[in-house]
C-alpha cells in the first residue's frame, strides 16, 4: 500500500452530466476526507468519514452532492447535474484516528473540467 | 471559525537566496500546525508539522516553529533550490469540539527559484 489512490486523475464532462470520483486510501487508514481545490485557493473540506459512516459535511457540498464509503474501505464522490463552478481539483486524503500529530496522506487528485 | 493567512504571493527568489513564507492563524483550542508542498500537476505532501507551543517542525532543509504568543508558524530555509519552486500551504488541524480532525488551509503560497 503505497499511497492514496484516486481515480481518474482528469475528468471533462458537459455541463449537466452526472459525474463520480474514486478514492482508495490508505488500508489501515480509518478516517477519509473529500476537499476541494479551485484554482489560486487551498483546500477547503467538504466532507468526513470515519470507517464507512460520514461524521460532517460541508455547507459547500450542495444537494447535488454525495459522497459515500460503502464498506469504510474506498470512497466515492458523486457530482449531479454538473455546473461550470464545479470545476476544480477534488482531493481525497486519510488518516489513522490517533493523536493529534498525524498529518494527512493525500492523494494526487481528480482534476474536473465542466465544459 | 477556525482560519489561516499567508503572506501573498508569489515569491520569486534566486538559487541560494533565503526563504520565509509568514503564516498566521486563529483557532479555538490547542491546534497541530502543518506546513504542506504541492508540485505543479501533483497533490498535497507533508513537509512538517509541530503539536505545541515552541516545537519545531524540520524537513528537507525547510523549518518552523510553531510560536503561540504571536499565532504564528513561519515558514524558513537558508538556501533555496530551483526542486523548491511550488505552492506551499500552511495548515491547522484543531483537535477540540467536533472538527474531526479536518484541515483548515491558507490561500497558498507561489515560490519560483531561478537558477
Known amino acids: 500500500d503505497t499511497g492514496v489512490s484516486q481515480n481518474p486523475r482528469h475528468k471533462i464532462t458537459k455541463r449537466g452530466q452526472n459525474v463520480t470520483f474514486r478514492c482508495d486510501p490508505i488500508s489501515e487508514h480509518n478516517r477519509l476526507y473529500w476537499y476541494r481545490q479551485t484554482l489560486g485557493q487551498g483546500p477547503e473540506f467538504l466532507t468526513y468519514?470515519?470507517?464507512?459512516?460520514?461524521?460532517?459535511k460541508s455547507r459547500l457540498l450542495s444537494d447535488r452532492f454525495s459522497a459515500e464509503r460503502p464498506k469504510g474501505s474506498f470512497s466515492t464522490l458523486e457530482i449531479q447535474r454538473t455546473e461550470q463552478g464545479d470545476s476544480a481539483m477534488y482531493l481525497c486524503a486519510s488518516s489513522l484516528k490517533s493523536g493529534r500529530a498525524n498529518g494527512y496522506t493525500f492523494g494526487s487528485g481528480t482534476r474536473l473540467t465542466v465544459v | 471559525g477556525d482560519s489561516v493567512t499567508q503572506m501573498e504571493g508569489p515569491v520569486t527568489l534566486s538559487e541560494e537566496a533565503f526563504l520565509t513564507i509568514n503564516c498566521t492563524y486563529t483557532a479555538t483550542g490547542y491546534p497541530s500546525l502543518f506546513w504542506y508542498v504541492q508540485y505543479p500537476g501533483e497533490g498535497l505532501q507533508l513537509l512538517l508539522k509541530a503539536t505545541k507551543a515552541d516545537d519545531k517542525g524540520s524537513n528537507k532543509g525547510f523549518e518552523a516553529t510553531y510560536r503561540k504568543e504571536t499565532t504564528s508558524f513561519h515558514l524558513e530555509k537558508g538556501s533555496v533550490q530551483v526542486s523548491d519552486s511550488a505552492v506551499y500551504f500552511c495548515?491547522?488541524?484543531?483537535?477540540?469540539?467536533?472538527?474531526?480532525?479536518?484541515?483548515?488551509f491558507g490561500q497558498g503560497t507561489i515560490l519560483t527559484v531561478h537558477p
Open positions: 495548515a491547522l488541524r484543531d483537535a477540540g469540539g467536533t472538527s474531526y480532525g479536518k484541515l483548515t
Open positions: 468519514f470515519q470507517n464507512e459512516a460520514q461524521l460532517e
